[in-house]
């Protein structure tokens, strides 16, 4: 791994933000970002990162490459949480492995926003339509984490309202707000999108440096509660989301020639949900355990993809 990328990566403020709100929880202070604000910054992050995508992709042509790119997100949502659900089961059962399988196959909206702020950062180039790739890929792995749940009988399937689900799971807040953004920034005229740039582009470093501290604020309270698990789920909360990250940073090329779009491709495929996927394994898999899953991806996953997989993904991509 390049370690001066490494160092960088690691003494970005943004991620320094996110170890200053985990070491809050450690020592025990009153540190707290107030939810109505937390959740207005998460909104904010969701439209930026939608509405300039939907900018780039209006200026580029719909070609092959975009096509099969879409494609290829919805392929990923399917495999990760297939082969992930029976390394799983043996383990924590039936339907803590669908659930967990649901939300490493969706994707972290933040790990994908603070990517792209890394590709910023650096000046790299990346397609708008990646935006649309990452909306696309949140119901998929939903859809196929319930079918496992249905075939292992992990729930009480006759009262399971699989419409009601994937409605959810599709028109659930997150997804709504960044593929209407998406679509917002594609029909607007440049001058328009000109227009309110100071709000979307120059103060969104410094809003997602916050969100950071507040995500760190919540890992920092999962994690005790997370290490009660043992050691099979640590483990693999650090190790898949690397292999699927480092596997799909080679196999991203066969889609698309873009560094930084084959970068966040790995991103994709390496992140876990940790918004999504709960509020709708929460009707999908009442069994499950909530905090099982949700640490697993917000305490664990989300800082080792944003610290490790980052210059690790980068350095597979330009061959160190």
């Known amino acids: 791994m390049n370690l001066d990328l490494l160092i960088e990566n690691l003494t970005n403020p943004a991620l320094l933000f996110f170890f200053l709100g985990f070491l809050a929880v450690r020592l025990k202070s009153d540190l707290e970002i107030p939810p109505n604000s937390s959740k207005f910054i998460s909104l904010y992050l969701l ?46 059962g039936a339907a803590n492995a669908g659930a967990i399988a649901a ?45 496992l749940l249905s075939i ?5 399937t006759e009262s399971l309202n699989f419409k009601k689900v994937i409605s959810h799971s599709i028109t659930n807040g997150s997804v709504l707000l960044i593929l209407g953004s998406l679509v917002i920034g594609f029909v607007a005229s440049d001058d328009q999108a000109e227009g309110i740039k100071p709000f979307t582009t120059d103060i969104f470093k410094g809003f997602l440096a916050v969100f950071l501290l507040d995500m760190g ?47 966040l491709f790995a991103i994709l495929a390496a992140s876990a949900s940790y918004i999504a996927v709960p509020a709708a394994m929460k009707i999908a898999a009442p069994k499950a355990s909530l905090g099982l899953y949700i640490s697993m991806a917000l305490a664990i996953t989300f ?18």
């Open 47 to 92: 439209f930026s990162i939608g509405f300039k995508g939907g900018v780039e992709l209006s200026h580029s042509e719909l070609n092959l490459e975009i096509m099969w790119s879409l494609l290829f997100g919805v392929l990923l949502a399917i495999v990760v949480p297939i082969y992930s659900f029976f390394i799983l089961k043996p383990r924590v």
């Open 103 to 147: 939300a490493y196959g969706s994707v972290s909206a933040v790990t994908f926003v603070t990517a792209v702020s890394y590709l910023q950062m650096h000046q790299i180039r990346f397609g708008g339509y990646m935006v649309a790739v990452m909306a696309l890929m949140e119901a998929p792995s939903i859809i196929i984490g319930m079918l």
């Open 152 to 156: 292992f009988k992990a729930n009480d």
């Open 217 to 263: 604020i919540s890992a920092g309270k999962r994690l005790a509660s997370f290490l009660e698990n043992g050691w099979f789920s640590l483990v693999f909360a650090i190790i898949i989301p690397l292999v699927n990250g480092s596997i799909v940073a080679v196999a991203s090329r066969l889609v698309t020639a873009e560094p930084g779009n084959q970068f």
């Open 303 to 320: 800082p080792i993809n944003i610290t490790i997989g980052m210059p690790l993904y980068w350095g597979i991509i330009t061959g160190f």
